[in-house]
Nanobody, 126 residues
Framework: QVQLVESGGGSVQAGGSLRLSCAAS????????MGWFRQAPGKEREFVAA????????KFADSVKGRFTISRDNAKNTVYLRMNSLKPEDTAHYYC???????????????????WGQGTQVTVSS
């Protein structure tokens, strides 16, 4: 019942920063926990970060902890992923996803997220 569109990807040098946006339509974003995942060529999709429906709780993969920040603005139906101190290993296609469950803990398991965007490419050069 929700459509997601990512934007903000691009090419940056190592050590640089980038902010990704995920715009939702179809219904209010406030009903969903939201997550960011990424997939590099030849690799499996991996969890990056998640945020609860009201922004009160967040969760990060160890590989990005301390460098990435997830936030949301439910009034704008938008979720953000701020990426600092980018590394070449961060190069991937980044996806936004929505978790329709209620009264649940934040999940890093991609199978629990029902709605997915098309993704946006992030390329980090050395």
């Amino acid at each position: 019942q929700v459509q997601l569109v990512e934007s903000g990807g691009g090419s940056v040098q190592a050590g640089g920063s980038l902010r990704l946006s995920c715009a939702a339509s179809g219904r209010t974003l406030s009903i969903y926990d939201m997550g960011w995942f990424r997939q590099a060529p030849g690799k499996e999709r991996e969890f990056v970060a998640a945020i609860s429906w009201n922004g009160g709780r967040t969760k990060f993969a160890d590989s990005v902890k301390g460098r990435f920040t997830i936030s949301r603005d439910n009034a704008k139906n938008t979720v953000y992923l701020r990426m600092n101190s980018l590394k070449p290993e961060d190069t991937a296609h980044y996806y936004c996803a929505a978790d329709p469950r209620r009264f649940s803990e934040l999940s890093d398991y991609e199978g629990i997220y029902v709605y997915w965007g098309q993704g946006t490419q992030v390329t980090v050069s050395s």
